[in-house]
């Protein structure tokens, strides 16, 4: 009986050494943009993207599969350091290259129904069910889904307000440039 126990233990460890070994040389190499990427992320692994992690995020954008603006609690700055790093551009910004984002603009028209809430990829609307809703603009990535699901039109596009958390230098004027 202990002749067997030793057999098998002996064979447990050698299974166990030949894993870890294997383990060592076989692994695949770390990918450095989803490193970069994951060291600019909040880590709090809060799950408001819709993936279970901060790690997980940090390679579907790497790979291209989410948009850079996917993690609310990063905000703008965290969605422009993981466009650096990739090399792809933000959300798309209007024509006039100013950034809009949602807000619930008729007050008088909005029902409460929960539908804007429910399509919000990110979080950014807030309210109570038959209250009237509002967006966070820090957190609105202006994908316009909440607008398509509004049945009353309350929710409108509108010029990101302008805080100190999102002030940009304006781009110096040409006749500036000229005199320079």
């Known amino acids: ?48 993207c819709g993936l279970p992690g901060c790690s997980v995020g940090a390679r579907a954008a790497a790979d291209g599969e989410i948009p850079v603006d996917f993690c609310p609690p990063g905000g703008r700055a965290v969605a422009e350091e993981i466009a650096r790093i990739t090399g792809r551009p933000m959300a798309p910004a209007s024509d006039d290259g100013i950034r809009r984002v949602a807000r619930v603009t008729r007050e008088d028209l909005c029902t409460g129904c929960l539908k804007c809430i429910k399509a919000c990829p990110t979080d950014a609307v807030i309210g109570a069910p038959k209250q009237i809703h509002g967006v966070l603009p820090e957190a609105c990535s202006g994908c316009e889904a909440c607008i398509e699901v509004c049945a009353t039109g309350a929710i409108e596009m509108v010029p990101e307000p302008i805080t100190l958390a999102n002030w940009r230098w304006p781009r110096p004027m040409e006749e500036n440039d000229r005199a320079a």
Do not use: F, R, W
């Open 1 to 48: 009986m202990y002749t067997a126990i030793l057999v098998l233990t002996a064979m447990a460890v050698a299974i166990g050494l030949l894993l870890a070994v294997a383990s060592q040389y076989l692994k695949s190499p770390p990918d450095e943009t989803a490193e970069a990427i994951e060291q600019v992320l909040p880590g709090t692994n809060c799950g408001q």
